[in-house]
């Protein structure tokens, strides 16, 4: 069995990939899924440690995670379809309607 | 005195507050039923009430006959202030001396209201206000109340309050007519003028009650001062004599003022404006006699302050002389007696102020006598003229005056002239009156200014020879009088028509005619029982030791003569000049002729008596107009320049505008608007500083939140190393 650090390596990169995706992609679909992949590198985090452990409390989480991120993309597609409907754009720079 | 020790003494002591009480009961009928009364009835009760006075005043003399030893009599006793250290008390005191004031107020009073009856009667038609009649009586009897509280009072401060009533009716009567007279208000200016002067002697009086209480009151028993004239004269001799000097000068100022005396004497020919009974009344016969009775009153506090006593003595002297120059030269009936009244006061003056304190009082009496009798009988003329003229205007003489002329003056004796034939009873009461005055044997005067110059010659030759002067003018303006009154032709036409008054003006003057006679008798000189009737008054006080009366001197037949023989060649004299010479100087032609032979005898001087020695003019000068110029500065320069201009305006409105605007201005607007605007201008800088965070770019949100995450993981993590 590969040792923990192996995983938690994985999700940090993972984290790291989705973070930076984040902050630098401007499409709004691509931000999207590094927001998936941040949640998901936890999710490995989770998973990783819970069987290091041996405890099912990890494993619970993840599903909770998994539920809230179902229903978070639900949302947001939602959001990016309607956002592209009136803006032709998904682009996230040219949303700034919230600018104080 | 409660009313059963009055009672046990036996006579009439305790009806005493009835001599006030009646005439003020007459005054309330007359203010409140008088309108409804009619003419009569206002007249009646306004005579009862003083005449009832005159009755209990009888009874009370009656009463004082029955103790031949003398008896002073404080009745009442009325609470009126009460403190610890002063007890005033409104209690009536009855003695010789305030008895014989009673009887002289009531007894000349009550013939004067029926004087009075008549003459008001065509007074108020003559000038038009039927109405004002019951007014006059309303005064009268007033009058009378209050003179009878100043002679019964018992204490200073009672005294002053009667005092200062006769003064307040002297007023109101004066300017009766106030509409009328120079310009409209030559009245009621000389009801001023008459008030204002007795308000400078009335200021003496107050000070010298101030310092009997200020130097009196810890020398008192129990330390409860009472202003009783017992009191003070038996606790006068215990402190410094400058303190009497002062207290009795100050009382002298008082004097001045209502007897008209120099310097204060200027009022009392200006109150000629009253109606004639009111100067026959007031101003001739009581009022006026009002400081004569008060130095009488003090003449135990006087008697230990010779200096005082000289400078009365000196101002009554000087006045006699100086005001019976001034009456020589008088056209107005009224003035030349007004003068007289002067004269003869300082006669009484002088008298009190030698010592001589039965003299001065039976002067007094007499003066009341025949002066009221020489007024009324003016009166007399005064209307007799003013019928003349109204017959003139009935009958559309040719003569009558044109509409430009002047108003003839009935007042004027150059309007006058052989009045004799028309006014006979009225001529034979006015020549006893001036025989009287003039000091012929054996009229009333005679008796009372002789024994005032006997006394005068015996206690203080230089008073004796300004009198002795004094008698020989008063018999040369009287005689001057007369003449150009009743005797020669009538000048103008109204005295040409003249009448006689009624039966009840005339009445009056024949009583008191009969008075000028035989009024001597009542100190005659064997006899002398009026020096006995007021000896126990002015011996009662201190013991008889320090009364200040001096021994009765004794009937000098010298000054007796000298002053016959001055007076007789005086009359000669004025019917020298009158008559004779005014008859030669009709004569010359129209344009030489004088109104007065003594005019060309005498050149300025005579215009300068005339003129009354410009006093009122010097006075005016020398303190009315600086009055005016004090009045006048602090009221346009000091009160509205300085105090409201500068004061007012700039320090006090300005200083408050000033902090006002700084308060709103510098303070408000600068300090706490300052603060309030500072915190919003900084919340609205921090604000718009703020919003530029807020780019609304979800990225920047995102790296906020990354790099916060990233702090407090930081921090978390480098807490547990």
Not at chain 2, 52 to 58: G, M, P
Not at chain 2, 698 to 719: E, P, Q, W
Request: proline content about 3%; charged content about 10%.
């Amino acid at each position: 069995m590969l040792p923990v650090n192996y995983y938690l390596a994985l999700a940090i990169v993972l984290f790291v990939i989705g973070a930076l995706g984040v902050l630098v992609r401007r499409n709004a679909i691509i931000v999207f899924m590094s927001v998936e992949l941040m949640l998901n590198a936890a999710n490995l985090a989770f998973v990783a440690f819970a069987r290091f452990w041996q405890s099912l409390n990890g494993q619970i989480f993840v599903f909770f995670i998994m539920t809230v991120s179902a229903a978070e993309v639900a949302i947001g597609l939602a959001l990016i379809v309607t956002i592209f409907r009136t803006k032709d754009s998904i682009d996230v720079d040219q949303i700034n309607t919230l600018k104080g | 005195m409660s009313l059963s020790d009055a009672m046990n003494l036996g006579g009439f002591f305790y009806l005493v507050p009835l001599v006030v009480i009646f005439p003020l009961v007459g005054m309330l009928i007359n203010i409140f039923f008088g309108g409804r009364m009619g003419e009569k009835g206002v007249a009646l009760v306004g005579c009862l009430g003083s005449g009832l006075s005159f009755v209990v005043s009888v009874l009370l003399g009656i009463s004082l006959l029955g103790h031949p030893d003398g008896i002073t009599i404080s009745y009442a006793n009325w609470n009126w202030i009460n403190s610890d250290t002063l007890h005033l008390r409104w209690a009536f005191l009855v003695d010789t001396l305030s008895v014989t004031m009673m009887l002289v107020v009531s007894g000349v009073g009550t013939l004067i209201h029926i004087y009075a009856v008549g003459y008001m009667h065509n007074d108020v038609r003559l000038n038009n206000d039927p109405g004002r009649y019951r007014r006059f009586f309303v005064y009268f009897n007033l009058f009378i109340a209050e003179m009878m509280v100043l002679v019964s009072a018992n204490n200073y401060m009672m005294l002053f309050i009667g005092w200062e009533g006769v003064g307040l009716c002297s007023y109101l009567l004066i300017s009766f007519w106030y509409e009328k007279g120079k310009n409209g208000i030559g009245n009621a200016l000389a009801g001023n003028k008459a008030f204002i002067t007795n308000r400078i002697g009335d200021f003496g009086f107050l000070i010298a009650a101030f310092l009997m209480y200020r130097y009196l009151q810890p020398l008192a028993t129990n330390g409860v001062f009472t202003y009783d004239f017992s009191q003070v004269a038996s606790l006068a001799s215990q402190v410094p004599q400058s303190i009497i000097l002062a207290i009795t000068l100050f009382l002298l100022l008082g004097v001045t003022g209502k007897s008209a005396q120099i310097p204060l004497y200027v009022w009392l020919p200006d109150a000629m404006a009253g109606p004639t009974p009111v100067s026959a009344l007031i101003h001739a016969a009581t009022m006026v006699t009002a400081g004569v009775y008060l130095v009488a009153r003090s003449h135990a506090i006087y008697a230990i302050a010779p200096i005082a006593q000289n400078w009365v003595a000196i101002a009554g002297g000087v006045s006699a002389l100086f005001a019976a120059t001034i009456a020589v030269a008088q056209f107005d009936i009224k003035k030349v007696l007004a003068y007289s009244t002067i004269s003869q006061l300082g006669y009484m003056v002088a008298a009190v102020g030698m010592g001589a304190f039965v003299a001065g009082i039976f002067h007094l009496v007499m003066h009341a006598f025949f002066k009221a009798l020489l007024f009324l009988s003016a009166g007399s003329v005064i209307q007799g003229i003013e019928r003349g003229e109204e017959q003139l205007e009935h009958v559309g003489n040719p003569h009558k005056r044109g509409k430009h002329e002047a108003p003839l003056d009935p007042q004027d004796m150059r309007n006058m002239g052989g009045l004799r034939h028309k006014m006979k009873t009225t001529f034979w009461v006015y020549l006893i009156a001036a025989l009287a005055i003039s000091g012929i044997i054996p009229f009333a005067g005679f008796w009372s200014k002789d024994e005032i110059l006997a006394e005068a010659n015996h206690l203080n030759p230089a008073i004796f020879w300004l009198l002795l002067i004094a008698a020989f003018l008063t018999a040369f303006y009287m005689g001057r009088q007369i003449i150009m009154v009743f005797f020669g032709t009538s000048r103008t036409e109204a005295a040409a028509h003249a009448t006689e008054s009624k039966a009840i003006v005339t009445a009056p003057l024949i009583i008191l005619a009969v008075l000028s006679i035989i009024g001597g008798a009542l100190n005659f000189p064997p006899i002398n029982s009026l020096t006995n009737w007021l000896g126990h008054t002015f011996q009662a006080v201190a013991g008889g030791a320090a009364s200040g009366e001096a021994a009765p001197v004794p009937f000098n037949f010298i000054v007796a003569a000298a002053s016959t023989v001055i007076a007789v060649g005086a009359l000669v004299l004025a019917w020298y000049l009158y008559d004779r010479r005014t008859r030669e100087m009709q004569r010359l032609p129209l344009g030489q002729r004088a109104d007065d032979p003594l005019r060309p005898a005498l050149g300025p001087a005579f215009t300068l008596l005339e003129n009354k020695y410009w006093i009122d003019e010097l006075y005016g000068y020398i303190i009315i107009k600086p009055y005016q110029w004090l009045a006048n500065f602090l009221g346009e320069t000091f009160e509205t320049k300085i105090w409201h201009d500068f004061i007012h305006d700039i320090v006090l409105v300005g200083g408050f505008h000033l902090q006002t605007r700084f308060l709103s201005g510098a303070f408000d607007l600068g300090f706490i608007d300052g603060i309030t605007n500072f915190l919003g201008d900084g919340f609205k800088e921090l604000g718009a500083q703020l919003r530029k965070i807020e780019t609304g770019f979800v990225r920047n949100y995102a790296l906020a939140i990354f790099i916060g995450v990233i702090i407090v993981i930081g921090y978390i993590l480098l807490r547990a190393i």
